[in-house]
C-alpha cells in the first residue's frame, strides 16, 4: 500500500464548523495517507470550539476578514492561490484534499491533476457540485464520513487513545475496512504506521504486550472479529468471516424508527439537508439487504413522499434541480 502526502484545504463554512466532522475529515484522511500541511479558511471566533483540534493537527487558520460583499469569494481565491503555491513549491505533497463542494474549484482541480497529483473531495451533498465531483480522483459525502465514525473528542489533559482494548479494536477495524487489499487483508506493518498516524501516543506496552503481533493475536482471542494470519515477517489481518453472522432486517413494523434515528443522526452532526442517496447509503451501510420493495414502496422517492407527508422531512430541489430532503 503506497502511502501518500496530502495538503489538506477546508472550508469551514462547507464543512459545518464542528468538531466532531472536522476531527472526522483529518481522521479520514490519514487513514489515506500523512498530512503533511493543513490549512481551514474562514475561521471567525464562533469556531472557536475547534481549536484544539486545528492546534493538535498543526494546521494554519485563515481568519475571515468582513470587507465589501465578496467576502466567501475572497476566500475562495486564497484557497485556489494557497494549494497552487504548495502543488508548485512543494514536491513532498502528491495528493490534495479539497473540503468544499464548489464547482468554482474545478479548475483548480484540473490544474493539479495536470500536474500529477491526486484530488480527494470532499463535501456536504446539499453543496456539492456535479462537475467539481466529476472532477475529483476520488470523492466522498462530508455526511457519509461523520456518520460513520462517531469519534470522542476529549481533552488536553487526556490521552487520545485509552487503554481500552475495545476502543484500539474499533480504530483498527475500520482502518482494515478502509485499507484492506483486494483479498480484504492488510500487513500489520501498514496497520501499525495508519494507526501511529491516527493515535501518535498508541504503544503496545500501554495494553500489555511487547510486540503489535502479540497485540493483534490478543485481539483475535478476546474479540473474535479479526483474523491473524501468516509469521511474524509478515503478518496479516482481515475481518473475520463467521459463519452464520446476524443480518439486521428492515420491517414494515420498523421502518418508520430506524430511517427517523438516522435523520436524528445526520441533524446531530449538523446537516439539516442531505441527498437522499445519502440516506439510503447509510442505511444500506446498516442493513445491507434493505430494498424498498420489503417495506411496501416501489420507488426510494416514495419513502421520501411518505416521510415528508408524517413531517419527518421536507422534499426540495436545488439550483441543479437535485432533490434534497430537510431534516424537520
Same mark, same amino acid.
Given at each position: 500500500?503506497?502511502?501518500?502526502?496530502?495538503?489538506?484545504?477546508?472550508?469551514?463554512?462547507?464543512?459545518?464548523?464542528?468538531?466532531?466532522?472536522?476531527? *472526522?475529515?483529518?481522521?479520514?484522511?490519514?487513514?489515506?495517507?500523512?498530512?503533511?500541511?493543513?490549512?481551514?479558511?474562514?475561521?471567525?471566533?464562533?469556531?472557536?470550539?475547534?481549536?484544539?483540534?486545528?492546534?493538535? &493537527?498543526?494546521?494554519?487558520?485563515?481568519? $475571515?476578514?468582513?470587507?465589501?460583499?465578496?467576502?466567501?469569494?475572497?476566500?475562495?481565491?486564497?484557497?485556489?492561490?494557497?494549494?497552487?503555491?504548495?502543488?508548485?513549491?512543494?514536491?513532498?505533497?502528491? $495528493?490534495?484534499?479539497?473540503?468544499?463542494?464548489?464547482?468554482?474549484?474545478?479548475?483548480?482541480?484540473?490544474?493539479?491533476?495536470?500536474?500529477?497529483?491526486?484530488?480527494?473531495?470532499?463535501?456536504?451533498?446539499?453543496?456539492?457540485?456535479?462537475?467539481?465531483?466529476?472532477?475529483c480522483n476520488e470523492f466522498i459525502f462530508l455526511e457519509s464520513?461523520?456518520? *460513520? +465514525?462517531?469519534?470522542?473528542?476529549? $481533552?488536553?489533559?487526556? %490521552?487520545?487513545?485509552? &487503554? !481500552?482494548?475495545?476502543?484500539?479494536?474499533?480504530?483498527?477495524?475500520?482502518?482494515?475496512?478502509?485499507?484492506?487489499?483486494?483479498?480484504?487483508?492488510? @500487513?500489520?506493518?501498514?496497520?501499525?504506521?495508519?494507526?501511529?498516524?491516527?493515535?501518535?501516543?498508541?504503544?503496545? +506496552?500501554? @495494553?500489555?504486550?511487547?510486540?503489535?503481533?502479540?497485540?493483534?493475536?490478543?485481539?483475535?482471542?478476546?474479540? &473474535?472479529?479479526?483474523?491473524?494470519?501468516?509469521?511474524?515477517?509478515?503478518?496479516?489481518?482481515?475481518?473475520? &468471516?463467521?459463519?452464520?453472522?446476524?443480518?439486521k432486517q428492515i420491517t414494515k413494523e420498523n421502518w418508520m424508527?430506524?430511517?427517523?434515528?438516522?435523520? +436524528?443522526?445526520?441533524?446531530? *452532526?449538523?446537516?439539516?439537508?442531505? *441527498? %437522499?442517496?445519502?440516506?439510503?447509503?447509510?442505511?444500506? +451501510?446498516?442493513? %445491507?439487504?434493505?430494498?424498498?420493495?420489503?417495506?411496501? @414502496?416501489?420507488?426510494?422517492? !416514495?419513502?421520501?413522499?411518505?416521510?415528508?407527508?408524517?413531517?419527518?422531512?421536507?422534499?426540495?430541489?436545488?439550483?441543479?434541480?437535485?432533490?434534497?430532503?430537510?431534516?424537520?
Amino acid at each position: 500500500m503506497d502511502k501518500r502526502n496530502f495538503g489538506v484545504f477546508i472550508d469551514l463554512e462547507n464543512s459545518g464548523g464542528k468538531v466532531t466532522t472536522l476531527t *472526522n475529515i483529518i481522521e479520514k484522511v490519514k487513514i489515506k495517507g500523512d498530512i503533511l500541511l493543513g490549512k481551514v479558511y474562514g475561521y471567525t471566533e464562533r469556531y472557536s470550539d475547534l481549536k484544539e483540534v486545528l492546534l493538535s &493537527n498543526t494546521f494554519y487558520v485563515v481568519p $475571515s476578514l468582513k470587507h465589501g460583499y465578496n467576502q466567501k469569494n475572497n476566500m475562495d481565491i486564497q484557497l485556489v492561490i494557497d494549494a497552487l503555491e504548495v502543488a508548485y513549491k512543494n514536491d513532498l505533497i502528491d $495528493s490534495f484534499c479539497i473540503v468544499s463542494g464548489d464547482s468554482d474549484y474545478t479548475p483548480l482541480v484540473g490544474k493539479l491533476k495536470s500536474m500529477g497529483k491526486t484530488v480527494l473531495g470532499i463535501s456536504r451533498s446539499e453543496v456539492a457540485s456535479n462537475i467539481f465531483i466529476k472532477a475529483c480522483n476520488e470523492f466522498i459525502f462530508l455526511e457519509s464520513v461523520s456518520t *460513520n +465514525n462517531k469519534v470522542e473528542v476529549v $481533552s488536553q489533559d487526556e %490521552p487520545t487513545v485509552t &487503554n !481500552d482494548p475495545q476502543d484500539l479494536l474499533t480504530v483498527i477495524e475500520k482502518i482494515v475496512q478502509e485499507q484492506a487489499d483486494a483479498d480484504g487483508s492488510l @500487513f500489520a506493518s501498514e496497520l501499525k504506521k495508519t494507526l501511529l498516524r491516527l493515535r501518535p501516543d498508541f504503544a503496545e +506496552n500501554n @495494553f500489555g504486550h511487547t510486540s503489535f503481533g502479540k497485540l493483534l493475536h490478543s485481539l483475535e482471542s478476546k474479540f &473474535n472479529t479479526l483474523s491473524i494470519v501468516g509469521n511474524n515477517s509478515s503478518l496479516k489481518v482481515r475481518m473475520k &468471516n463467521d459463519g452464520n453472522p446476524v443480518v439486521k432486517q428492515i420491517t414494515k413494523e420498523n421502518w418508520m424508527e430506524i430511517f427517523q434515528e438516522q435523520l +436524528n443522526q445526520f441533524k446531530e *452532526n449538523g446537516f439539516d439537508r442531505v *441527498n %437522499p442517496s445519502i440516506l439510503k447509503t447509510s442505511i444500506q +451501510n446498516d442493513y %445491507p439487504d434493505f430494498d424498498e420493495r420489503q417495506i411496501g @414502496f416501489k420507488k426510494f422517492s !416514495d419513502i421520501m413522499k411518505r416521510l415528508e407527508k408524517d413531517k419527518k422531512v421536507a422534499i426540495e430541489f436545488n439550483e441543479a434541480k437535485t432533490m434534497l430532503i430537510k431534516i424537520c
